[in-house]
């Protein structure tokens, strides 16, 4: 070990996984540490591993190998990797998945019922993480209500639910035309200088990429380039 | 947002499956409400009205479990009447009889052979004609209901298995079975029955210390049961309380036993139905659970939702079961095959014990398809758009 987990905010140590049906190393060995409000970007082509290096870290999968640690301590048993991802990670994704029955304001709220909030407090809450992301005028729509680049400003609102230290995104831009992709971005930047708040964002956007303090290029599972 | 506002928000994504699941859950809850509501209140109605007569033992032959098996001589009668403290004895034989119907069917009615100077008389009401008076011969009192639905009155001839009598009263009663009968003089039925000098039981009313009354009632009791005839065997009687006669009356024990057989089989009705609802809905819900997992809902909280859901189903077809139950038992208290031994209504003690089994099935129904749930991978719901 090169480094010292205990220098970063969450360092994954060799991590080592392969899919039980699949012949391909999804990783092999694969080291990286991000510290606290930095901004770390990863590219690289369809296949190479990066939304199994992105799971992995946020506790949604475990490596066959390696480990990966939180401020300086491995991440432990299932209860631990649970308590872990709802506190410390928020999660944005592609395809944005929010609830299709809840309305936004409600769709903030599902992380928050592992909080200690009570029901008003949340809601509270909500409209604040919606305002945060100028979406307050849509409170009250449902996803199919909205446009697609407003979906992803309530699925961000919603990563934040519960104060996470590491926000993990994985291509958030993809399904955007530019202009709400971009304004999604100054989003995730603000929040980076506000709350500093770190950001992993998987992606195959150039823009996306050039705002990042440092740009990761993996291929075939593994890191060739930081 | 409550949680369980989110999880009454999941229900109403499938309006016509909810309802559907609702509906078949409250047919099986609401009858095992309306049979087990209809047991107890048979008895119910038995029970009041020994109470109401003030009757404080019932005595029948020992080692019978079938009261109108049950055969005590009358003059252990009179010996009964010499213990002190015993204030009434009220002797009667009961019989089914069969009473045909002018349309030549007939039907089984419960008959009473009631001597002239039976208590039972003092609160049964005179509706019209007169009661049964000493020396009376081929006469008969007809119950209000059985009256109505045989279409006699004061005066009208009626054939009790076989025999011509006439109708010089009717009655009503306040426990309820007692108008869908007949009452006979006692040495009619013995008669009858060839069964002279004979009763099937009788009721007792005895002297009752202010502050024991229950310590008097038992020392007559014992007495009762310690009875020896004239040549000095033991006469065999069985008295009991009010309550444990109610308790030991075998029909009564049969509707309960049956009662509480067609519930569980309704129970795993309900559980296979709960099942199947559940398990199509978190099937369905395969992505959306993993997405929760994903940001954040560990396993217990994946269970808490679906065993929510599968409860609030259950409590929903518990309150549709009551209140069909409700009516069912109104409705059938019209039909004039049960009519006077059956009356409307459900206790609350057994509407309590539905939602019981209800919150029963929604949590044996619910908790497979929650495991299942609980166990959904949430890599696995977010790799497939
Ligand atoms: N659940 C799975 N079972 C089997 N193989 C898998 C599974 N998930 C991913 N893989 C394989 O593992 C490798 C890495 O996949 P991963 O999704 O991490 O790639 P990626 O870099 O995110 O690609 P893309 O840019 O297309 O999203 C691929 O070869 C993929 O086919
Ligand atoms: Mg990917």
């Given at each position: ?18 899919y ?17 409000a ?28 390696g ?21 410390q ?18 769709n ?15 809601t509270?809450?909500?409209e604040?993480?919606?305002g945060?992301v ?25 990563s ?44 195959h ?12 290029r ?9 | ?23 078949g ?15 107890e ?19 029948t ?56 100077d ?19 011969h ?7 209901t059985?009256?109505?639905?045989m279409?006699?009155g004061?005066?009208?001839?009626v ?6 009598f006439?109708v ?6 306040f ?8 009452a ?27 502050n ?16 020896t005839?004239?040549?000095?065997k033991?006469?065999?009687l069985?008295?009991q ?23 569980v089989?309704?129970?795993?009705i309900g ?19 993993g ?5 954040g809902w ?19 077809a ?18 004039p095959?049960?009519?006077?031994f059956?009356?409307?209504g ?26 299942r749930?609980a166990?959904?991978l ?8």
């Amino acid at each position: 070990m090169s480094e010292n987990p205990k220098d970063f905010l969450l360092y994954a140590d060799q991590l080592h996984k392969q899919y039980p049906d699949g012949q391909v190393r999804a990783l092999g060995g694969v080291s990286l540490g991000i510290k606290e409000a930095e901004y770390t970007a990863i590219t690289g082509p369809s296949g190479c591993g990066k939304s199994t290096l992105l799971n992995v870290i946020g506790a949604l999968d475990r490596p066959d190998k390696g480990e990966v640690f939180f401020r300086g301590a491995p991440l432990g048993n299932q209860r631990d990797l649970d308590r872990f991802r709802a506190r410390q990670i928020g999660f944005v994704f592609q395809s944005f998945f929010l609830l299709p029955t809840l309305t936004s304001l409600e769709n903030v709220q599902i992380p928050m019922f592992e909080g200690a909030l009570g029901s008003r407090e949340r809601t509270r809450k909500a409209e604040e993480l919606l305002g945060l992301v100028g979406m307050s005028h849509r409170a009250g729509h449902r996803p199919g209500q909205l446009s697609v680049g407003e979906r992803q400003r309530i699925a961000l609102a919603r990563s934040l639910a519960n104060d996470p230290v590491l926000l993990l995104a994985d291509e958030p831009t993809g399904n955007l035309d530019s202009h709400n992709a971009t304004l999604v971005l100054d989003l995730l930047t603000n929040l980076r200088r506000d709350r500093r708040l770190s950001l992993l964002i998987v992606t195959h956007s150039p823009d996306v990429a050039a705002r990042a303090d440092r740009v990761i290029r993996m291929r075939d599972g593994q890191i060739v380039a930081n | 947002m409550y949680f369980v506002t989110f999880v009454l928000k999941n229900l109403t994504r499938r309006p016509v499956r909810t309802a559907l699941t609702v509906i078949g859950l409250a047919v099986s809850v609401g009858s095992m409400i309306a049979l087990l509501g209809i047991s107890e209140n048979v008895e119910h109605s038995i029970t009041d009205s020994l109470a109401r007569r003030g009757v404080d033992l019932v005595v029948t032959s020992a080692g019978k479990t079938d009261q109108l098996a049950s055969e005590i001589d009358e003059k252990l009668i009179d010996q009964v009447r010499q213990i002190p403290g015993v204030k009434e004895v009220s002797p009667a034989m009961v019989e089914l009889i069969e009473i045909t119907r002018d349309s030549g069917t007939s039907i089984n009615v419960l008959v009473q052979g009631w001597p002239a100077d039976n208590f039972v008389y003092e609160d049964i009401k005179i509706l019209s004609g007169r009661r049964l008076l000493a020396g009376d011969h081929g006469k008969a009192m007809l119950g209000l209901t059985l009256s109505e639905s045989m279409g006699k009155g004061v005066g009208d001839k009626v054939t009790i298995q076989g025999e011509p009598f006439e109708v010089v009263g009717v009655y009503q009663s306040f426990v309820v079975f007692e108008n869908g009968s007949a009452a006979l003089p006692l040495d009619e039925v013995q008669r009858m029955m060839a069964r002279p000098g004979k009763v099937t039981g009788f009721s007792m009313r005895v002297e009752k210390s202010h502050n024991d009354p229950n310590s008097s009632v038992e020392a007559i009791r014992q007495q009762v049961n310690a009875l020896t005839d004239s040549t000095g065997k033991p006469a065999k009687l069985s008295a009991q309380t009010t309550q444990s006669y109610v308790d030991s009356v075998s029909q009564l024990k049969v509707v309960r036993a049956m009662a509480w057989m067609v519930s569980v089989i309704g129970m795993l009705i309900g559980v296979i139905s709960m099942l199947n609802t559940m398990v199509m809905s978190v099937l369905e819900r395969t992505q959306e659970i993993g997405i929760l997992r994903a940001i954040g809902w560990p396993r217990r909280r994946v269970v808490k939702m679906i065993l929510g859901e599968s409860v609030i189903l259950a409590l929903s077809a518990a309150v549709l079961g009551t209140i069909g139950a409700f009516a069912a038992t109104y409705v059938l208290a019209l039909f004039p095959k049960v009519n006077g031994f059956i009356e409307g209504g459900v206790p609350l003690k057994v509407a309590m014990e539905g939602t019981a089994f209800a919150v029963l099935i929604g949590l044996f129904g619910g908790s497979y398809p929650a495991f299942r749930a609980a166990r959904l991978l949430p890599t696995e719901a977010i790799r497939h758009v």
